[in-house]
């Protein structure tokens, strides 16, 4: 069932929980110099080396999303020990980037030495050996980004594998995978769909956050 608009309005919010959510969102995406204003403007208190961290998680994200997984490898191995060793899917993902690039850069002999070397590994298990001949089928083209497998060279599946970098990363410093904007719309979203449900065909048409989002 769907609650009055107006009845929202009777209900109250700490700013100091606002600011927690702001923060946590702003720290998640590694936003330096907004959180650094925010701070200043609100009063909110963070962890000391929360700074550091963050310009770290940065970089690496950025190496991630430009492809450079190599880098950003490294960089992660250095703040983040033994993360991809425990974490064999990311370390499958952010491997399988630095083929991409190779493939992409035509240098396909370097890319197939690369598979045989770092990929072929993986083939031991059975959940990566659909992903392992779809990014082994990109040398069959000599145009990879006009093959079926076209979506593994894009920016969306780069963004991706950054993002799981950068949760896996942040779990590992003890921090929430998750900002509290996603949690409460995740939240949020699930109640609304259920009492949809609860009320039927007479109820009100399906809950749908981008059409809440616009009211």
Do not use: W
């Not at 403007?41 to 190599?70: P, S, W």
């Not at 899917?89 to 980037?97: E, K, P, R």
């Not at 009492?195 to 007479?202: H, I, N, R």
């Amino acid at each position: 069932m769907d609650l009055d608009p107006r009845q929202y309005e009777n209900l109250a919010i700490n700013d100091n929980d606002i600011h927690k959510i702001v923060m946590s969102y702003l720290i998640h995406n590694c936003y330096k110099e907004s959180v650094e204003s925010f701070i200043a403007c609100t009063g909110t208190k963070q962890r000391v080396d929360y700074l550091e961290d963050m310009d770290k998680r940065k970089r690496i994200f950025h190496f991630a999303l430009e492809g450079n997984a190599l880098k950003a490898i490294e960089l992660t191995e250095q703040l983040a020990q033994d993360i991809l060793e425990n974490n064999k899917d990311l370390q499958f993902d952010l491997l399988s980037l630095h083929f991409v690039e190779l493939v992409c850069s035509r240098k396909c002999t370097e890319a197939l030495e690369f598979a045989q070397t770092k990929l072929s590994p993986f083939g031991k298990e059975h959940k990566y050996m659909e992903k392992l001949e779809d990014f082994m089928a990109l040398l069959a083209y000599k145009e990879p980004e006009k093959s079926p497998m076209f979506h593994l060279l894009s920016l969306e599946y780069r963004q991706q594998v950054a993002d799981s970098l950068n949760r896996a990363i942040l779990a590992h410093l003890n921090l929430p995978s998750y900002t509290a904007m996603e949690k409460l719309i995740q939240q949020a979203t699930i109640v609304r769909q259920c009492l949809s449900q609860e009320a039927g065909k007479d109820g009100p048409p399906p809950f749908s956050l981008k059409d809440f989002l616009k009211s």
